[in-house]
C-alpha cells in the first residue's frame, strides 16, 4: 500500500533526480505499484507533471506586474495600450488584482502607461532569476536551487526558441495537461503558435530551458504569492513553514525581481480552508512578508 508519508517521499526523490527504479528500492516499495499510483493521481488531476521554464534566461525581457482596481467595475484595466501579455491572474483580496506577466523591461513604468484614475500599481519589475523550490527528503523543508543548476550557460536561442519558451510558461501556469507527452506538447505548440518545425525548436533548444517537476496539488487553489524576504534562507523557511502548517500544498517555481532582499512571485498551490482558518498559522519568520493571492482566473 502507497501510503501519503510514501507518496510523498516518492515525489521529493522524483524531484531530486532519482529513477523511479531506485525511488521503489529506497522506500521499500513495489516499482510497478508506485507506477500505477502515480498515474492514478495524475488521471485524478491530483498530481502535475510540471514544467518549469527558465524565462530568466531568455533575451527577451519578462517582467511582473500586480496592479489593484480601486473597483470591482467591468472593462477595468491597469495597463494602457495594448501591453505584449504573456499571462494575467484574476485574484480578490480586499480589492480585484491582476498579476501580469509582460513580455518587455518593466522596472520602470512610464506614468503614462497607467490607468491611474482605476488602479494603483502595487508592485512592477523585470525577473532576474528563477529559483526551483525542491522539498527534502523525508523533511517538510524545502531548498531553492537556481536556474543555472539546470541549464547550460551557453545555450544559443533563435526568436522561435524564445517565442515557444513563452509559450510553454504559459501553458504551465498553471497546467493545462494531465498526463502528457513530448508529441502532446508539440502539437498543442503548433496549434497555439502555428509555427514550422516546431518540434524541431523544441526538442534541440527549448527544452534546455525546461525541467520537468512533480508538483502534488492535492485538491488546492492555485495562487500566487508576492514576496519580500531579507535572505534565500528566510524565503526557503517560510515555504518548510507554511506547509507545515498545511497552508501551502506544494510549490512550483519562484520568479524573482530583486535578489537583496528577495522580491518576487512564487507559484504554488495552497488549501483556502487552512489559509481562512483563524487558528492555523505559523512562527514568526523575521524580514518577511507577504501577500496570498488565490487565483479566480486566468487569461
Not at 36 to 49: C, E, G, M, Q, S
Not at 104 to 120: H, V
Not at 206 to 227: C, N
Request: net charge neutral; with cysteine.
Amino acid at each position: 500500500m502507497i501510503t501519503h508519508e510514501v507518496l510523498m517521499n516518492a515525489i521529493a526523490l522524483l524531484n531530486n533526480g532519482v529513477s523511479l527504479n531506485i525511488v521503489s528500492k529506497t522506500l521499500g516499495v513495489n516499482r510497478t505499484q508506485l507506477s500505477r499510483h502515480l498515474n492514478t493521481l495524475i488521471k485524478k488531476n491530483l498530481l502535475v507533471k510540471y514544467l518549469n521554464v527558465f524565462i530568466d534566461r531568455l533575451q527577451t525581457p519578462v517582467s511582473i506586474v500586480i496592479g489593484e482596481l480601486k473597483q470591482k467595475a467591468t472593462g477595468l484595466r491597469c495597463l494602457l495600450g495594448n501591453p505584449p501579455l504573456i499571462i494575467s491572474y484574476y485574484s480578490y483580496t480586499s480589492r480585484p488584482t491582476i498579476i501580469s506577466y509582460v513580455r518587455d523591461d518593466y522596472s520602470g513604468i512610464d506614468a503614462r502607461s497607467i490607468a491611474a484614475d482605476a488602479c494603483r500599481i502595487v508592485f512592477y519589475g523585470r525577473i532576474s532569476q528563477v529559483l526551483v523550490p525542491i522539498q527534502v527528503v523525508q523533511n517538510p523543508g524545502f531548498t531553492l536551487l537556481e536556474s543555472s543548476v539546470f541549464i547550460d550557460k551557453d545555450i544559443l536561442l533563435d526568436e522561435a526558441d524564445e517565442v515557444i519558451a513563452l509559450e510553454l510558461f504559459r501553458l504551465f501556469n498553471p497546467c493545462i495537461f494531465g498526463r502528457w507527452r513530448t508529441s502532446d506538447l508539440v502539437g498543442t505548440l503548433k496549434k497555439s503558435l502555428g509555427a514550422r518545425d516546431t518540434y524541431h525548436h523544441f526538442t534541440r533548444h527549448a527544452v534546455a530551458l525546461t525541467r520537468k517537476k512533480y508538483v502534488y496539488k492535492d485538491s488546492g487553489m492555485y495562487s500566487l504569492i508576492f514576496v519580500s524576504s531579507d535572505t534565500l534562507d528566510a524565503l526557503a523557511a517560510l515555504l518548510s513553514q507554511l506547509h507545515e502548517s498545511q497552508i501551502l500544498i506544494d510549490v512550483e517555481q519562484a520568479n524573482m525581481v530583486s535578489t537583496y532582499p528577495f522580491i518576487g512571485v512564487i507559484h504554488a498551490w495552497i488549501s483556502l480552508d487552512k489559509l481562512y482558518d483563524y487558528n492555523k498559522g505559523h512562527d514568526l519568520i523575521e524580514g518577511v512578508s507577504y501577500a496570498i493571492y488565490p487565483v479566480f482566473s486566468v487569461h
